[in-house]
Nanobody, 124 residues
Framework: QVQPVESGGGSVQAGGSLRLSCAAS????????IGWFRQAPGKEREGVAV????????YYADSVKGRFTISQDNAKNTLYLQMNSLKSEDTAMYYC?????????????????WGQGTQVTVSS
């Protein structure tokens, strides 16, 4: 069983930066994709950035390209999301999720391991 645990959320002013972390013991053995998703109030959950657990970027949402960077440290079983130049529209609950299914990428419904989320609030 893979249990992601997110940390690093908080409140920041527009233009600022945050780094999210996701500790997920064993994910490199049991999953094919791991990534970050977000859900703003009244909106559907959406993919932000996803990578293959074996390495390689699979997906960045257009809205975050050039501002967010996903990375992983396999030795620490940890996934990161560096978020720069934050905008008010980035405000959301951010979730770390992992998938053992072959067609994962940014497909929310293909993810079978989810963390509890960490709140990111960007004020303008």
């Amino acid at each position: 069983q893979v249990q992601p645990v997110e940390s690093g959320g908080g409140s920041v002013q527009a233009g600022g930066s945050l780094r999210l972390s996701c500790a997920a013991s064993g994910y490199t053995y049991y999953t094919l994709c791991i990534g970050w998703f977000r859900q703003a109030p009244g909106k559907e959950r959406e993919g932000v950035a996803v990578m293959a657990t074996a390495g390689g970027i699979l997906y960045y949402a257009d809205s975050v390209k050039g501002r967010f960077t996903i990375s992983q440290d396999n030795a620490k079983n940890t996934l990161y999301l560096q978020m720069n130049s934050l905008k008010s529209e980035d405000t959301a609950m951010y979730y770390c999720a992992a998938s053992s299914r072959t067609n994962c990428a940014d497909r929310v419904y293909e993810y079978n391991f989810w963390g509890q989320g960490t709140q990111v609030t960007v004020s303008s």
